[in-house]
């Protein structure tokens, strides 16, 4: 999340909770906690938390951890590939190829 993106949460959450005070300080120590989190779903947590609380969210309410990003998809794809690769090879080759059951 970037700083004026930042800066549109604490908008929102002053909008929302005008009779509380959030001072620079506590911006400081909110946006040092939440720069790692995606804007929207930070977003997403304030405007749920608008809804059913009359209390200012803490961090860890809005803090979402960074979402991991894995290849396992790319190397299951990877496999089938050298399979298939492979079994076209053994059909290929007639020294790999199973003997028919009549012969």
Do not use: Q
């Amino acid at each position: 999340m970037t700083s004026v993106e930042f800066r549109e949460l604490v908008k929102m959450i002053k909008g929302a909770y005008p009779h509380r005070l959030l001072s620079r300080d506590t911006a400081i120590i909110w946006y040092r906690h939440l720069k790692d989190c995606e804007y929207d779903g930070v977003k997403r947590r304030i405007e749920a938390h608008i809804k059913v609380s009359p209390y200012m969210p803490t961090i860890s309410e809005l803090y979402e951890p960074p979402v991991e990003e894995t290849t396992i998809l790319e190397t299951m794809e990877d496999w089938e590939k050298e399979g298939a690769i492979r079994i076209e090879d053994e059909r290929r080759n007639e020294w790999t190829r199973p003997a028919p059951p009549w012969g």
